[in-house]
């Protein structure tokens, strides 16, 4: 399956870390352990990507944090972001997970988990 790059700002790599602790059919368990193994080898490169757009247009402040004081640098950079959150890459996961019927998850983790797994009906 294909995700975008805003996978990794959009709150669901600590759901999907939160599923990998529910017990599953093995089959199921393995999918999303090779899913969630893809998606740390490329939030590794994404982040490295980000660090240099924040290097490219800013600076470190006192506190180590980085800014971007400029206003047309400011524009550029949220440009450059936006196109690396667009990027969509290729996981390993070719069909949805199954999840039993008694694994609890909150509406909002649901929300976040949709395009990634199939609750039973």
Known sequence: MKFKNSIFIRGQIPV???LIEKPLEITESYKLVRFAKSLRENEEIFNKAKLKVFEKFGEKNK??????????????ATKELDKLLDIEEEYD????????????????????L????????
Not at 68 to 73: L, P, T
Not at 93 to 112: F, G, Q, R, T
Not at 114 to 121: A, F, L, Q, R, V
């Open 16 to 18: 999907i870390n939160k």
């Open 114 to 121: 949709e395009d990634i797994i199939e609750i039973p009906k």
């Open 63 to 76: 506190e180590g944090n980085w800014e971007i004081k400029d206003e047309k640098k400011q524009e550029e």
């Open 93 to 112: 996961l070719d069909s949805k997970i199954k999840i039993p019927e008694d694994i609890k998850l909150s509406a909002a983790e649901i929300l976040l």
